[in-house]
């Protein structure tokens, strides 16, 4: 079979990260309890259009452990790297404390997972928890992602920073950005993204996108977000929290082959 593209002759977005791995340019889809076969599919089509994949929450106690295990090792199998949603590792800290997490990072390593994701959207965590934390996390032998922001306040943008500086001295591979941090009834608070732009490297930072999680958030926000992150910070901007039936749209926005038309430089 060809892997020769149609309208090769079209021109696309020049300034797009197109070959994986990526450090520009990464798109992470949310798993929030994807069927096997159904992601066997998209995977067959859309993996090079993905580069990390989150299992959501908690969602990870609930899988049949074979299942969960065939899961990871397939996102692997295509160059995806999936990784364990922050709000776990706040249930176990919230409910058995620190002393179970050294059991929660060897449960994750055993499982697959390379990677978890350490945050405070619900627990809230002093300065101190969170450099700790990351720390045991690294440790232990995992990647950490730290996610900055709350999904219940609007902080002052510069709390962002500092507490995303907190978390890469700490050691975090990339920095996520709560969604709820970058909306208000549905609108983006273009303030909070001129701060996040100016104050987090490129390379260092993940976006998230808003969802219907947040109250005042319709379909059409997270497009509108869309579009004005790939204005803002052009084709290479690190997003979070892609639909899994919207990667191939996404992908077409940051390439301007989108609903917001070609990107200007």
């Not at 994750?108 to 002093?126: H, K, M, Q, W, Y």
């Amino acid at each position: 079979m060809s892997n020769a593209l149609p309208f090769e002759f079209v021109p696309i977005e020049p300034r797009r990260s197109l070959a994986k791995p990526r450090t520009t340019g990464l798109t992470m889809v949310i798993d929030d309890g994807l069927p096997l076969p159904y992601m066997r599919g998209v995977l067959d089509l859309a993996a090079p259009y993905i580069d990390l994949m989150k299992i959501k929450t908690g969602t990870a106690r609930l899988y049949p452990r074979d299942k969960l295990m065939e899961k990871l090792a397939l996102y692997e199998s295509f160059g995806i790297q999936p990784f364990l949603g922050g709000q776990f590792h706040e249930y176990v800290f919230a409910t058995m404390g620190e002393a179970a997490l050294p059991k929660f990072y060897a449960e994750s390593r055993a499982l697959g997972f390379r990677t978890i994701e350490i945050s405070d959207n619900t627990v809230p965590l002093t300065d101190a928890q969170r450099r700790d934390q990351i720390k045991a996390a690294i440790k232990s032998g995992l990647d950490v992602f730290g996610e900055v922001g709350s999904k219940e306040t609007l902080s002052n943008p510069g709390l962002l920073i500092q507490q995303a500086e907190i978390c890469l001295e700490a050691g975090s591979k990339l920095v996520l950005v709560e969604a709820a941090e970058l909306v208000e009834d549905g609108r983006v608070r273009k303030d909070s993204l001129d701060v996040i732009k100016r104050g987090i490297p490129a390379d260092k930072v993940m976006i998230e996108l808003p969802g219907p999680w947040i109250s005042g958030v319709k379909s059409c926000d997270i497009e509108e977000m869309k579009k004005i992150l790939f204005a803002e910070f052009g084709p290479d901007v690190n997003i979070a929290n892609v639909a899994v039936t919207t990667i191939y749209d996404t992908e077409a926005q940051r390439v301007g082959l989108g609903t917001g038309g070609p990107l200007h430089s």
